[in-house]
């Protein structure tokens, strides 16, 4: 028989005694056994020995391999079952201390089981299991020496020849054949120079057993290469970027999506990858795709020259940090330098040639990481970044990047900080334009106040592309246009953008920021107060600037800005245009509260307005109203005033009186017409014909009362009129009663109380001229409201002011028929008389006497004729003028 034969008939034997001096071996071991020699190359015909001992190497390498396997003691993630964990812990304690332990174990389970101390003790009793030394997972490492030597000792007691591999079941069952020793593996053709002392990972096993196979590992100097390729943003010659054809392909110049990475390298070649190193690359390629997106949002915003303040200033600021990128970038290159490759480099690439580094020196794929975990950290916020800024720009994007300072790691605070205190430079720039001079420099419409360019457009005045203020910067213009201009620049030339604002300032402090600009451009267009303006700029420039890290000193700036621009508008208003005295002059004569005014300008109109309105001349009313100014205590007020008093005849339909289209105006004009707009006019336009109607019927009535009260008496001996002028002067009575108690109603209850609270808030000049213009609308709602006995529903508001309206047209009706009333009494006293006389003798004496005391006696106010009793041969009563005064009496009594 030859060697080989001999051999392989001495393994067989071998294996067979093992297998009969071991039949409870288990069945995987069993198996391995049987399959690993019939998986080796087959024997060769010709029986050449060294082809023989290589084979018999192979199977005893893959088997000693298996039995590694075998003999590795991972632990089990998989917990007992419920129903089975009592009993392996009481196995264990009856085989490590005793019967009686175990038995004491029992008798507390089953207490623990039926009691109600545990809801659920199986984990209580797993978490226990798991610490003690009972379990097999905790047994304490074996020594490597002792391992060695039992493993060198069965296997040489198993076979003398050692040529055969040999699994633990065949061995006598230790504690210390459960490990291995890296020492046993230089049976496996590996230099003994690779391995220490220490234990290797099975990680390391395995690469050893893939070098001596001939398939080493991809060199690691070419994946860091091409990983400094890709943190750049190119593609490397064996990774590169994988991209989504259909998300990239949307349009001509669409950016390329970018998903993940693709290993281009051929393992067969070039070497094995690990698996874990494509995770490490798809990890360190993010940094390359977050690169690309700031470096093309930086080049496509600089290429452009469109980009706004904020967005000009967030590019400044992600060039210094990609400049600071760019030095990482060149020192981890000098790093890899000194990295020698993990296999000899075949002489086309002739790199990397030299002595070998120390050990610990070099770069490898996990140190890269480690060493750009905090640049990935923020290149991955300045990508948010450049995203906020696609979507939002301005004030809204300041806002956005705040939002991003609210996080818990100290460093993205401090990082989010520095972005925002670069972006924020445009914001503070024109922000202090605004709260200090009162100027919008906003070419891009970033700021939260922006000029309106609805109103811009409407009227034709205001550009809103104008350089500089963009609006009303010819200064005069602003005040020579129409008279409601500065109302319209208050209220409606700049507009408070919510959305703009940044976070860091609230919605109540950016309106005071509105305000204080708006006070301070107020001052210069429109009041024409410059020289103020400029020495508060100067003043304001000389202190420290604002900016986003002094958010208190931001704060008290603009607190000091706003009272200060405040007051002094409001000071202008009261002591330069004197406001308080044009809202005193309005209520003395558009409300009728001088008093000999009214009654003169009454008096005087009264003959016009009786007639048609088409009988009216403007320059008349104009006479009268000079004349009831220079007969009363008005020609005393200051003759600004005076000069604003006009008099004006309304529209009118046909057939209207002079009464109904009368109307008493008073002109105002920039910049006092920002609280006098023309809808603070029309309401007080309102007011004076409401209250000029109740003066009107006053007079009337006043006239009447006269006539009834005085020229009746000489009727109460009539005998069918004595009623009749009794209700008369009683329901006149009722009248003048319900007149005189409406009067005072609005002029001492409303009026005077409502004049009172706006005095005291304009005594105070607290806040701003929104403020002013605020308070001046409550007092003259409050008056307009009470005044007119205006209902708080909206279809039935003037429920009360047309019953008003109604009983004044009564008391006008009335007056008519008291009128009529006493001409007919006085033709009707007339007939009476001359029938006295036409019953008894003439006497001209007494005839005489009689003319004369006639003549002697005055008239009855109102009254144009006089009464005397003639003789009978004068009498011209006749049939007609007994039927017109029955008629007259007929309606006076219906009336009364």
């Known amino acids: 028989m030859s060697r080989p034969e001999s051999r392989t008939s001495m393994l067989s034997t071998t294996s067979r005694q093992r297998t009969s001096s071991h039949p409870s071996r288990p069945p995987l071991e069993s198996l391995v056994y049987a399959l690993v020699p019939s998986l080796a190359p087959p024997r060769t015909r010709t029986g050449d020995a060294e082809q023989e001992k290589e084979r018999k190497d192979k199977v005893r390498e893959v088997m000693e391999f298996c039995e590694e396997i075998m003999e590795s003691r991972l632990p089990s993630s998989t917990p007992l079952a419920a129903s089975t964990l009592s009993e392996a812990v009481r196995r264990l304690l009856l085989q490590s201390a005793g019967s009686d332990k175990a038995l004491r174990f029992g008798g507390l389970w089953n207490k623990l089981e039926r009691g109600r101390t545990l809801a659920s003790p199986q984990p209580h009793l797993q978490f226990l299991l798991a610490l003690s030394r009972l379990d097999p997972k905790n047994a304490p490492p074996h020594t490597s020496s002792a391992a060695s030597t039992h493993r060198s000792g069965s296997r040489k007691a198993a076979d003398p020849t050692s040529s055969s591999a040999v699994f633990p079941s065949t061995q006598e069952p230790t504690a210390s054949s459960s490990r291995r020793v890296l020492e046993d593996t230089g049976?496996?053709?590996?230099?003994?120079?690779?391995?220490?002392?220490?234990?290797?990972?099975?990680?390391?096993?395995?690469?050893?057993?893939?070098?001596?196979?001939?398939?080493?590992?991809?060199?690691?100097?070419?994946?860091?290469?091409?990983?400094?390729?890709?943190?750049?943003?190119?593609?490397?010659?064996?990774?590169?970027?994988?991209?989504?054809?259909?998300?990239?392909?949307?349009?001509?110049?669409?950016?390329?999506?970018?998903?993940?990475?693709?290993?281009?390298?051929?393992?067969?070649?070039?070497?094995?990858?690990?698996?874990?190193?494509?995770?490490?690359?798809?990890?360190?390629?993010?940094?390359?795709?977050?690169?690309?997106?700031?470096?093309?949002?930086?080049?496509?915003?600089?290429?452009?020259?469109?980009?706004?303040?904020?967005?000009?200033?967030?590019?400044?600021?992600?060039?210094?940090?990609?400049?600071?990128?760019?030095?990482?970038?060149?020192?981890?290159?000098?790093?890899?330098?000194?990295?020698?490759?993990?296999?000899?480099?075949?002489?086309?690439?002739?790199?990397?040639?030299?002595?070998?580094?120390?050990?610990?020196?070099?770069?490898?794929?996990?140190?890269?990481?480690?060493?750009?975990?905090?640049?990935?950290?923020?290149?991955?916020?300045?990508?948010?970044?450049v995203d906020d800024a696609k979507a939002a720009h301005g004030g809204a994007l300041v806002s956005r990047i705040h939002s991003h300072t609210s996080h818990g790691d100290p460093f993205v605070r401090r990082f989010m900080d520095q972005?925002?205190?670069?972006?924020?430079?445009?914001?503070?720039?024109?922000?202090?334009?605004?709260?200090?001079?009162?100027?919008?420099?906003?070419?891009?419409?970033?700021?939260?106040?922006?000029?309106?360019?609805?109103?811009?457009?409407?009227?034709?005045?205001?550009?809103?592309?104008?350089?500089?203020?963009?609006?009303?910067?010819?200064?005069?213009?602003?005040?020579g246009g129409g008279s409601d201009e500065a109302g319209k620049v208050w209220e409606k030339k700049y507009v408070f953008v919510k959305g703009m604002v940044p976070g860091f300032v609230s919605e109540e402090f950016g309106k005071k920021i509105f305000s204080t600009g708006r006070s301070l451009n107020f001052i210069r267009y429109s009041c024409q107060d410059t020289d103020w303006i400029e020495t508060q700029a100067k003043l304001a420039n000389a202190g420290q600037a604002l900016k986003y890290s002094d958010l208190a000193g931001l704060e008290r700036s603009i607190d000091d800005a706003y009272s200060i621009a405040s007051q002094r508008l409001l000071e202008i208003f009261f002591d330069k245009f004197v406001l308080l005295d044009h809202l005193r002059a309005l209520k003395s004569y558009l409300m009728l509260g001088a008093g000999d005014f009214t009654e003169l300008l009454m008096e005087a109109l009264a003959p016009r307005l009786s007639k048609q309105a088409i009988s009216l001349y403007r320059h008349h009313l104009t006479s009268d109203l000079e004349s009831a100014i220079r007969g009363s205590n008005a020609q005393y007020d200051n003759p600004d005033i005076l000069r604003r008093l006009d008099a004006r005849v309304l529209e009118y339909s046909h057939g209207e009186l002079g009464?109904?289209?009368?109307?008493?105006?008073?002109?105002?004009?920039?910049?006092?017409?920002?609280?006098?707009?023309?809808?603070?006019?029309?309401?007080?336009?309102?007011?004076?014909?409401?209250?000029?109607?109740?003066?009107?019927?006053?007079?009337?009535?006043?006239?009447?009362?006269?006539?009834?009260?005085?020229?009746?008496?000489?009727?109460?001996?009539?005998?069918?009129?004595?009623?009749?002028?009794?209700?008369?002067?009683?329901?006149?009575?009722?009248?003048?009663?319900?007149?005189?108690?409406?009067?005072?109603?609005?002029?001492?209850?409303?009026?005077?109380?409502?004049?009172?609270?706006?005095?005291?808030?304009?005594?105070?000049?607290?806040?701003?001229?929104?403020?002013?213009?605020?308070?001046h609308r409550t007092y003259l709602s409050r008056v307009v409201r009470k005044a007119l006995l205006l209902g708080s529903k909206r279809d039935k508001e003037e429920i009360l002011l047309d019953l008003v309206r109604d009983a004044l047209d009564y008391v006008l009706q009335f007056r008519d028929a008291t009128d009529d009333l006493y001409g007919w009494s006085l033709g009707e006293a007339t007939r009476l008389d001359r029938e006295r006389?036409?019953?008894?003798?003439?006497?001209?004496?007494?005839?005489?006497?009689?003319?004369?005391?006639?003549?002697?006696?005055?008239?009855?106010?109102?009254?144009?004729?006089r009464s005397v009793r003639l003789p009978n041969s004068a009498r011209y009563a006749s049939a007609s003028a007994h039927a017109r005064s029955t008629s007259k009496i007929g309606s006076c009594r219906s009336v009364t």
């Open 187 to 385: 049976t496996i053709n590996v230099s003994p120079s690779h391995w220490s002392g220490k234990g290797k990972s099975k990680a390391d096993v395995l690469k050893a057993w893939r070098t001596a196979r001939s398939q080493p590992p991809f060199p690691t100097h070419l994946l860091l290469r091409d990983t400094l390729y890709l943190l750049q943003g190119i593609d490397g010659r064996y990774v590169r970027f994988a991209v989504d054809a259909a998300k990239g392909s949307g349009g001509g110049e669409a950016e390329e999506e970018v998903v993940g990475i693709e290993i281009v390298a051929d393992e067969a070649k070039d070497g094995y990858i690990t698996t874990p190193t494509p995770t490490l690359l798809v990890q360190l390629s993010e940094m390359g795709v977050m690169y690309r997106r700031v470096t093309d949002f930086v080049q496509s915003r600089q290429s452009s020259g469109k980009g706004s303040m904020t967005e000009q200033s967030l590019c400044h600021f992600l060039h210094h940090e990609l400049s600071e990128y760019h030095r990482l970038l060149a020192v981890l290159e000098s790093q890899l330098s000194l990295t020698a490759p993990t296999t000899p480099a075949p002489p086309a690439e002739g790199a990397l040639d030299g002595p070998r580094p120390a050990e610990g020196a070099g770069l490898t794929l996990m140190r890269l990481g480690l060493w750009t975990e905090e640049m990935k950290l923020k290149m991955r916020m300045m990508n948010q970044v």
């Open 659 to 775: 009464w109904d289209c009368f109307a008493l105006e008073y002109k105002v004009e920039a910049p006092l017409n920002a609280v006098l707009d023309a809808k603070a006019m029309a309401e007080y336009d309102r007011l004076f014909h409401h209250l000029w109607r109740l003066k009107r019927v006053e007079s009337a009535l006043t006239q009447g009362w006269m006539r009834v009260t005085s020229g009746s008496r000489m009727f109460e001996k009539l005998p069918t009129l004595s009623n009749d002028w009794h209700h008369c002067r009683i329901v006149q009575a009722e009248m003048v009663h319900f007149l005189r108690q409406l009067q005072a109603f609005c002029q001492l209850e409303v009026i005077e109380c409502s004049w009172q609270s706006l005095v005291d808030f304009t005594s105070k000049r607290e806040g701003d001229l929104d403020a002013l213009i605020q308070a």
């Open 837 to 865: 006389d036409a019953e008894r003798p003439f006497s001209s004496r007494d005839s005489a006497d009689t003319v004369l005391f006639r003549a002697s006696t005055p008239l009855p106010p109102g009254s144009t004729t």
């Open 419 to 479: 972005i925002l205190e670069e972006v924020s430079k445009p914001f503070f720039s024109t922000l202090e334009r605004w709260i200090f001079s009162g100027e919008l420099h906003d070419p891009f419409n970033e700021f939260f106040v922006q000029l309106n360019p609805e109103a811009s457009l409407r009227e034709g005045r205001i550009s809103p592309y104008h350089s500089g203020d963009a609006g009303f910067e010819g200064g005069a213009a602003d005040v």
